[in-house]
């Protein structure tokens, strides 16, 4: 963990939801580092160790690093990249007919806040900025929903976010085209539904 972010907002967190941390949740004290990468929240912490440069360790130097796409990786990116996605509508979670609905999902940022979600029902060739749902945090998930008129045709869905620093959730084709077909640990592309005319949501890319 680089000393610059111990020193910002690293927390060690001993209550969740004002109760103790639970087990699974890594009682009894966890580190926690806010729009980082899960795996730096360690859980069941037992002690901190300062060293002088980086720990060249198994899984962050192997799983934990950003593939491009001619095969070289870069090491200790450990911030989230701006990211969204539509929970509803999504599979499992069928329409029943034409109507009216609407859509919902998540966004967030690990290198600031949230600054705006466009939404899409066509399949990318129009977006609407749709309304946040506060409050608005940095590195913090955030909610947005906007209804949405169904007229009963086949479309695809999919959310697209900005962050405050100016970085726009990129279409899939153009992540794998940076960091090819491995880049799975910080895979922040944007994720597209298809409504099928029965009401039935697929993942367009499984």
């Not at 729009?35 to 929240?41: R, T």
């Not at 060293?51 to 360790?57: E, I, N, R």
């Not at 008129?149 to 900005?162: D, E, F, I, L």
């Not at 153009?174 to 539904?193: D, R």
Request: proline residues 7%; positive net charge.
């Amino acid at each position: 963990i680089p000393m610059a972010k111990a020193m910002d907002d690293a927390l060690l967190a001993l209550f969740q939801n004002g109760e103790r941390l639970r087990p699974e949740n890594g009682y009894p004290v966890r580190l926690f580092l806010p729009g980082y990468e899960g795996n730096m929240s360690v859980k069941w912490l037992r002690r901190l160790k300062v060293v002088a440069t980086a720990t060249m360790t198994k899984d962050e130097t192997s799983r934990y690093t950003d593939l491009q796409a001619d095969g070289k990786a870069l090491m200790f990116t450990y911030p989230m990249e701006v990211k969204s996605f539509i929970t509803r509508p999504s599979p499992g979670r069928a329409l029943s007919g034409a109507g009216l609905y609407e859509v919902a999902g998540i966004a967030w940022s690990g290198n600031g806040t949230i600054a705006k979600v466009e939404v899409s029902t066509d399949g990318g060739k129009t977006w609407a900025v749709t309304p946040l749902v506060p409050p608005v945090l940095p590195r913090a998930i955030t909610c947005f929903r906007m209804p949405w008129k169904w007229s009963g045709s086949p479309v695809v869905v999919k959310s697209r976010a900005t962050d405050s620093t100016g970085a726009v959730q990129p279409e899939r084709d153009k992540f794998i085209a940076e960091h090819g077909h491995n880049a799975v640990f910080h895979y922040n592309a944007i994720q597209a539904w298809s409504v099928e005319a029965n009401g039935e949501v697929k993942h367009v890319y499984a």
